[in-house]
T-cell receptor, first 113, second 112 residues
């Protein structure tokens, strides 16, 4: 069975600080990985996704993530966060059939102005 | 222009009641989903429908009954509501096999 772990439950940063959120997955099939963001009171939106190819994936709003197969990781990064990045961030893995996303427990990021 | 819409946005009801949540998508997708997000923000899939047929049912109590009248709609009916059903329920859609799912705004259900 697939699973996703996000070890940082709460992260507090000041504006302009660099961000890295951890994501580790457990899945035996072809790996398709996602990062979603949920701003306060809003629905989930896709930040970026990895299906194949370049393991360094760039997404919206200056976010990027690196797929490291040997570490079973897909960490999310941003060089300089803004107050508007305050949100809940979810890592997810897609099953082989392409019809089920398994989400990690989420990381709540608070950026102090 | 809303891609995935849900109604109602908020639902407050008493234990034992029966309620429904509706979801519609205008993206032309063939697969729709229901997720439950608990108070700790943990997000878990409940059901998935592809072309109106149930393809995923993740050990959800049978008080929950999804219905898909057509590919663009997936409704969730809940019988005999319990306190533990309080959560935010998200609908989502995708094209089968393509992975990326589009989420609705959520329905916050509060059972008192």
């Amino acid at each position: 069975a697939q699973s996703v772990s996000q070890h940082n439950h709460h992260v507090i940063l000041s504006e302009a600080a660099s961000l890295e959120l951890g994501c580790n997955y457990s899945y035996g099939g072809t790996v398709n990985l996602f990062w979603y963001v949920q701003y306060p009171g809003q629905h989930l939106q896709l930040l970026l996704k990895y299906f194949s190819g370049d393991p360094l994936v760039k997404g919206i709003k200056g976010f990027e993530a690196e797929f490291i197969k040997s570490k079973f990781s897909f960490n999310l990064r941003k060089p300089s966060v803004q107050w508007s990045d305050t949100a809940e961030y979810f890592c997810a893995v897609l099953n082989n059939a392409g019809n089920m996303l398994t989400f990690g427990g989420g990381t709540r990021l608070m950026v102090k102005p | 222009d809303t891609a995935v819409s849900q109604t109602p946005k908020y639902l407050v009801t008493q234990m034992g009641n029966d309620k429904s949540i509706k979801c519609e998508q205008n993206l032309g997708h063939d697969t729709m989903y229901w997720y439950k997000q608990d108070s700790k923000k943990f997000l878990k899939i409940m059901f998935s429908y592809n072309n109106k047929e149930l393809i995923i049912n993740e050990t959800v109590p049978n008080r929950f009954s999804p219905k898909s009248p057509d590919k663009a709609h997936l409704n969730l009916h809940i019988n005999s509501l319990e306190l533990g059903d309080s959560a935010v329920y998200f609908c989502a859609s995708s094209q089968y096999g393509e992975g990326e799912q589009y989420f609705g705004p959520g329905t916050r259900l509060t059972v008192t």
